[in-house]
T-cell receptor, first 115, second 112 residues
Framework: GAVVSQHPSWVICKSGTSVKIECRSLDFQATTMFWYRQFPKQSLMLMATSNEGSKATYEQGVEKDKFLINHASLTLSTLTVTSAHPEDSSFYIC???????????FGPGTRLTVL | GEDVEQSLFLSVREGDSSVINCTYTDSSSTYLYWYKQEPGAGLQLLTYIFSNMDMKQDQRLTVLLNKKDKHLSLRIADTQTGDSAIYFCAERTMDSSYKLIFGSGTRLLVRP
């Protein structure tokens, strides 16, 4: 149980294009989903928290117009990197939490490379 | 603000015990977690402990919490080569956001 998937697992895009990453909870309903960014050999940096049906809460320094988050259902959240640039290249990981539970379960991550 | 620190690297011989340490600053942390990350993969939840507990054991894993010193450790008994990975500790903030604050990660290398 408690499986979280991400799609795609990796993506290469040209500078200026937009990329959408999906995060799905496969066997539970995720009241809250989190989006993280991880640079090589570094820890995870929380970008935003999204609760189903409401607007995402962004961490300080994260541009909400650049990283669009949608959490339209209890099993799906999407992160869209708009007008991507090479500095947006990173490993993006989502996690999901079920209401009433203490655990956060993580997806396998999406490696984004912007050329 | 909250801060979580870990040593960067640990090397042990296969079959020995590994102890990964973590310190945190937020005394109001409610839950503390240990995650494992293998290369190119997401994070796997290993175990977690509630802040009013001192110890939790789960098969080869033992978590010790010293709340007074704000020190958390993860002991892996009979370490295997498959345990080689990066281990992150994380604290959950006391507010209602359920956000996790992660340490920098400890790279564990298990030598045959």
């Amino acid at each position: 149980g408690a499986v979280v998937s991400q799609h795609p697992s990796w993506v290469i895009c040209k500078s200026g294009t937009s990329v959408k990453i999906e995060c799905r909870s496969l066997d539970f309903q995720a009241t809250t989903m989190f989006w993280y960014r991880q640079f090589p050999k570094q820890s995870l940096m929380l970008m935003a928290t999204s609760n189903e049906g409401s607007k995402a809460t962004y961490e300080q320094g994260v541009e909400k117009d650049k990283f669009l988050i949608n959490h339209a259902s209890l099993t799906l959240s999407t992160l869209t990197v708009t007008s991507a640039h090479p500095e947006d290249s990173s490993f993006y990981i989502c996690s999901a939490r079920e209401s009433g539970r203490n655990e956060q379960f993580f997806g396998p991550g999406t490696r984004l490379t912007v050329l | 603000g909250e801060d979580v620190e870990q040593s960067l690297f640990l090397s042990v011989r296969e079959g020995d015990s590994s102890v990964i340490n973590c310190t945190y600053t937020d005394s109001s942390s409610t839950y503390l977690y240990w995650y494992k990350q293998e290369p190119g993969a997401g994070l796997q939840l290993l175990t977690y402990i509630f802040s009013n507990m001192d110890m939790k054991q789960d098969q080869r894993l033992t978590v010790l919490l010293n709340k007074k010193d704000k020190h958390l450790s993860l002991r892996i008994a009979d370490t295997q080569t498959g345990d080689s990975a990066i281990y992150f500790c994380a604290e959950r903030t006391m507010d209602s956001s359920y956000k996790l604050i992660f340490g920098s990660g400890t790279r564990l290398l298990v030598r045959p």
